[in-house]
């Protein structure tokens, strides 16, 4: 993983190549962190923690037209959405309905934001869920290229204010109060594309892309919504790279915890050549059957799927205070996740790791005092 970017006059705590930096760190050429060896008769290698360099990704491009003060298109009369408010009211409401109802506690956590900040995130998760439903949905069945090819038209359609229905209003409105960027929204449907091509990655880097355009993106597009603190310690640029990272990391877990309902479809989003140097293949994967083997390569999975929510903690301390709970929230659930596979004895080929209605809702005061720490605990 390497991050571009520079800070000037902020310390930025990134990871550039696997490593992390510093205030006082210099950039180096690329290098491997390597997780502790086990205490084991077979020696296993540890797993490559870096993906994609964001620059390829183009995340600095989007920060920049996501920082400023006014959006585009608020210049542009033409785009402004016209809409009753009584049937804007019920669009927000009805998105609302929709993340109380599959994303709960992700949703507890949005209450304590402000009235305007919780209806623009309510309206991104209800387009990312119907982004992710044409292909995993119950009409999936009807799935091709052409039907991507549409959504994104009325995603364009919704960026200039000509929306389709309700939930494509409460994001068009979204879009003109926040400065959201086109970009990740587009992004999302490139990893739907990618999810109908292929059911195999070949190494890291390739699962790194499609967790980015599926899960990275979203961070991306909920930064400006929830808002950076103005006394906030690090870059707007390291911010982003957090939210990213978050996204990855919950990716990650969403494949470690899917592994059995996804060789059942024939899919394996597992790296190959890193099956290949446990000495596991596609077959033992679909067999069900949980050896030595696949549970060291399980423990160096978890391993890195944790590297990326320990990455993610620094920006989601440096949001707005009264939008970090629903980040808290989100980070330790999946943490607790991968937990919950580990307590299965790595077994998540015939089970699924699942994490309690009790043990939810003991955690979010948990993340509620964690969005109360202060930067520089965080930072320190």
């Known amino acids: 993983m390497s991050s571009t970017f520079s800070p000037a006059g902020k310390p930025c705590i990134s990871v550039s190549n696997g490593r992390f930096l510093s205030r006082k760190s210099t950039v180096t050429r690329a290098e491997v962190t390597m997780a502790p060896q086990h205490r084991s008769r077979r020696t296993f290698p540890a797993l490559l923690k870096h993906g994609i360099p964001l620059a390829d990704l183009h995340v600095q491009e989007i920060v920049e037209r996501q920082s400023q003060n006014n959006n585009s ?33 992700f949703y507890l956590g949005t209450l304590l934001m402000t009235e305007e900040r919780q209806k623009a995130i309510w309206a991104i998760y209800v387009w990312c869920r119907r982004t992710d439903e044409l292909v995993d949905g119950p009409n999936a069945g009807y799935m091709s290229p052409a039907v991507l090819d549409r959504w994104e038209e009325r995603l364009q359609d919704i960026f200039y204010g000509r929306p389709y229905d309700m939930h494509d209003a409460a994001l068009a409105d979204t879009v003109f109060k926040f400065p959201l960027d086109i970009k990740p929204f587009k992004d999302m449907i490139e990893g739907m594309r990618m999810d109908t091509r292929k059911c195999r990655y070949e190494n890291f880097q390739e699962l790194y892309l499609y967790c980015y355009y599926v899960a990275g993106t979203v961070g991306l597009m909920s930064v400006p919504v929830m ?47 890193e099956l290949a140097q446990f000495g596991l293949r596609d077959n033992d994967v679909f067999s069900g059957k949980v050896t030595d083997r696949w549970r060291e390569f399980m423990k160096e999975q978890i391993t890195r799927a944790r590297f990326y929510f320990n990455l993610a903690e620094v920006g989601a301390s440096q949001l707005d205070k009264a939008s970090r709970w629903p980040v808290w929230s989100s980070l330790l ?14 077994d998540n080929l015939t089970k699924r790791a699942y994490v309690g209605r009790t043990k939810k809702l003991l955690m979010l005061p948990l993340a509620y005092t964690r969005s109360l720490s202060s930067h520089s605990l965080i930072l320190n």
């Open 333 to 346: 659930l999946y943490r607790m996740i991968l937990d919950s596979i580990e307590s299965n004895d790595y």
């Open 73 to 105: 298109g608020r210049e542009d009369p033409c785009r402004k959405p016209e809409f009753q408010p009584l049937f804007l009211e019920e669009a927000y409401e009805s998105c609302r309905k929709i993340c109380a109802e599959y994303a709960k506690t």
């Open 227 to 273: 808002g950076i603190a103005p006394d906030s310690l690090v870059s707007a640029q390291c911010v982003y790279n957090a939210a990213l990272y978050l996204g990855i990391g919950n990716q990650l877990t969403n494949i470690l915890r899917d592994v059995g309902e996804d060789a059942s479809r024939g899919r394996v989003y597992l790296p190959q050549d």
